[in-house]
């Protein structure tokens, strides 16, 4: 359903040609308040192809392969990175040091330290950094949250994030996948595990101590394991895999009651069970593709953008996650 529009769209240059770039364009056209306007990648064939798929979605994006030009031009008003996970940092800061506002794809970060390094950088250039983290953004988690007092004193969740990718066949096949090379900073937990740990810390905060496990494939890229986040009084437990699946959903448990949700990453059934056994169901909609899930983190990025509201509340959640994160990879869960 199509966000209202705002007095001037926020114009973007898309940097990567991504599929998520490509849900990136397509969820755009559904949030008046973004615009994307050029599309920027090192090959101009690459470009092209892009900004052709683009005018196919009824978006109309010049195709550049020089960065400096796009990020010089004054019609541009902010950057959205798609680009390999290693490349975030240097990415970033270089659209900030050009005035850009800058949203760009999760994980954001591997490490506080090149966290805090970007967002100082925003807060010293008065620009809005934001993490693309749809589930974040997705009305669903209000939901979730407005009902929580209802489940009673919480003391367990689950939060689940198993995905057989559609590269592994490949990998198992001996050949070699980018999405499952360490070397660019790919990881099963920063890449959907992620999505577990960020519901985690947007409900209950940075917890006290974590713990994780993992297994690896003998490339060494971390292919499945646990993060068990622990707080005063409760417990949860973040599984995440690329290389097996699971429809077991995920679980908050309180003493008077358990609330289910079918995906962490885009909820589409949400119900509680009590104790004696009745059931409410809080939302029961159609399966949504990446680029629907995509629409309100736009629509957020949009409003952030307008207000001018360089140190928004996303942030404390991104930086939350990439602390979970980056003590699970100094314990060995992650290449990092």
């Known amino acids: 359903m199509p966000v209202a529009p705002a007095a001037a769209p926020v114009r973007i240059a898309v940097l990567g040609t991504s599929a998520i770039a490509r849900s990136f364009v397509e969820a755009a056209g559904h949030v008046p308040q973004i615009a994307p306007t050029v599309v920027l990648s090192r090959a101009q064939e690459t470009a092209d192809a892009f900004a052709a798929e683009a005018a196919s979605l009824g978006t109309t994006m010049a195709a550049r392969c020089d960065r400096a030009a796009v990020l010089a031009d004054p019609e541009v008003d902010a950057v959205y990175i798609a680009s390999p996970t290693t490349c975030h940092e240097a990415d970033v800061l270089e659209a900030l040091d ?15 330290a090149s966290f805090d390094r970007m967002h100082d950088r925003a807060r010293e250039q008065g620009l809005v950094l934001m993490e693309a983290a ?24 689950r939060f689940e994030m198993c995905q057989y990718s559609s590269r592994y066949d490949a990998v198992r096949a001996g050949e070699h996948r980018r999405a499952f090379d360490p070397a660019f900073g790919h990881s099963a937990l920063s890449d959907i595990g992620i999505y577990t740990v960020l519901p985690a810390v947007q409900l209950f905060g940075a917890p006290e101590r974590s713990v994780s496990t993992s297994q690896r494939l003998e490339s060494g890229f971390d292919a499945s394991g646990a993060v068990l986040l622990t707080y005063p009084t409760l417990s949860v437990l973040c599984r995440y895999s690329k290389v097996n699946a699971t429809t077991t959903g995920s ?17 589409g059934r949400i ?55 980056e003590r699970a990879y100094s314990e060995g869960t992650a290449a990092s």
């Open 98 to 112: 050009a005035g850009k506002h800058v949203l760009c794809e999760k994980p954001l970060a591997l490490s506080l």
């Open 134 to 157: 749809r589930a974040v953004h997705d009305p669903a988690w209000a939901l979730i949250a407005e009902a929580l007092p209802a489940l009673g004193r919480i003391w367990h969740a």
């Open 251 to 267: 679980t908050i448990e309180g003493e008077d009651a358990t609330l289910r949700i079918d995906s962490v990453s885009e909820p």
């Open 271 to 325: 119900e509680i069970e009590r104790r004696d056994g009745t059931r409410e169901t809080l939302l029961d909609q159609a399966p949504r593709s990446v680029a629907q899930s995509m629409v309100h983190e736009l629509a957020d990025f949009a409003r952030v953008v307008a207000d001018g509201a360089v140190e928004h509340p996303f942030a404390r959640i991104s930086r939350d996650a990439v602390a979970v994160m």
